[in-house]
């Protein structure tokens, strides 16, 4: 996503590497929730468990090509150009994480679609484009999260 914002912010074309590629996109609340309720629980005592390897990743759903997030975002958001530059990189073609420990012992779960995590992304690039006061942004998305 930030080179997709990137490229929108300064009109520029956006260079991708590996359009097919499957990536877990997901707003980066979802995790950092994630990561409070953990805490909570250890401090707490509740969670006591000898592998220390959590993961908190999307809605399956979630789990999407490149080309499929470039195409989601351009139906809200013009992009300029758009490359196909293959690289040297050696990249794992699919990027998956596995959260149900999270789930099971955590009650956690994703809770916004790739639909929802786009929309709330941009809105916050959009304000911090404008340097409008993206704290008070924060705080609503942060409440929106936590109540749905």
């Given amino acids: 996503m930030p080179d997709i914002l990137n490229t929108i912010n300064y009109n520029k074309e956006l260079i991708i590497r590996n359009p097919e590629h499957v990536r877990p996109w997901q707003h980066v609340i979802e995790p950092i ?6 805490a909570q629980k250890q ?4 969670i006591i468990t000898p592998n220390h390897a959590w993961n908190f990743g999307p ?7 490149v080309n499929q997030i470039i195409n989601k975002v351009k139906k809200i958001k013009k992009i300029k150009k758009i490359v196909i530059k293959k690289s040297n990189i ?25 639909n929802q995590t786009i929309e709330k992304i ?25 109540n749905n």
């Fill in 43 to 46: 401090y707490q005592k509740k």
């Fill in 90 to 114: 050696n990249e794992t073609k699919i990027l998956k994480l596995n959260s149900n420990k999270a789930m099971k012992n955590l009650n956690w779960k994703p809770k916004w679609d790739i």
């Fill in 33 to 38: 929730y994630g990561y409070v309720l953990l």
């Fill in 122 to 146: 941009i809105i916050w690039n959009d304000l911090n484009k404008k340097n409008k006061k993206t704290k008070n942004i924060c705080e609503k998305q942060i409440v929106d999260y936590l």
């Fill in 59 to 65: 809605k399956k759903d979630n789990f999407i090509k």
